[in-house]
């Protein structure tokens, strides 16, 4: 299928976007490190054996955002693969229906490098997910930190109020703060898939007015040539 230029000027500016990123550049020890201590936390399918190999397919990056943003993954679309059309398949579909709503992207150069296995390609490519998930999410340090105080407040709150019953859903002190915030995140980027949905349709509907203009004139034209 030919590109529009539309198309053609999305593709281009997601891979200037990728390239200030830094998603072209070798990551420093520290952040390799620091990258590779991160990835070793996540539960994943499979053990890794070769991070460059193992990681071309998508799915172990699939598995990673499932880790953190479940409602947004669905792993069963992602299929484990030597093929490297099937690797492709994996990470458009990544980029259509995850990433984007993390606002990340990863460029076809890139993905053509990773799905072949290049050396030192996907580290710099999970460093900055690591990055982006990051600010979506409390870290463990942050929770730590608030969780007293936010319990004490709400312990004097309850203190307070004791003849009131909890409303249903309610947040209590039992509620993990980092699964609050999760929630949170997950419906906003529903509500931002949504809205994409809307556009998609909108977009649709405006082709569909045009269409029945057309013919309108169409029949009309025809009409006037009817003998009176």
């Known amino acids: 299928m ?8 999305i593709i281009v500016l997601r891979s200037e976007m990728c390239m200030v990123l830094g998603m072209d550049r070798l990551l420093s020890e520290k952040e390799e490190r620091d990258t590779l201590t991160w990835i070793d936390k996540i539960p994943f399918s499979r053990s890794i054996k070769n991070i460059s190999r193992d990681f071309s397919d998508g799915v172990k990056v ?13 792993i069963h679309n992602y299929i484990t693969s030597c093929n490297t059309q099937q ?8 980029n259509k229906r995850v990433f984007y709503k993390l606002d990340f992207y990863v460029s076809e150069d890139m993905v053509e490098k990773i799905v072949s296995s290049t050396p030192c390609v996907i ?3 999970l460093f900055f997910l690591k990055q982006k998930l990051g600010k979506l999410a409390f870290s463990d340090v942050e929770i730590q930190r608030a969780e007293p105080g936010i319990m004490a ?16 859903g309610k947040f209590t002190p039992e509620t993990s703060l ?15 898939e949504l809205q ?5 349709v ?24 009817l003998p009176k």
């Open 87 to 94: 690797k492709r398949n994996n990470w458009n579909l990544l």
């Open 178 to 192: 980092l699964e609050s915030r999760k929630v949170m995140v997950e419906k906003e980027l529903q509500v931002l």
């Open 202 to 225: 909108q977009v649709k509907v405006r082709k569909l007015e045009k269409v029945i203009q057309l013919k309108d004139k169409r029949i009309e034209h025809l009409t006037s040539l």
């Open 196 to 200: 994409d949905i809307l556009r998609d």
């Open 123 to 125: 580290l710099p490519v």
């Open 62 to 74: 699939a598995e990673i955002v499932e880790h953190y943003f479940p409602r947004i993954v669905d």
């Open 153 to 168: 407040q709400l312990a004097e709150m309850r203190s307070t109020e004791p003849t009131k019953k909890p409303h249903k």
């Open 2 to 9: 030919k590109q529009t230029h539309y198309q053609t000027e």
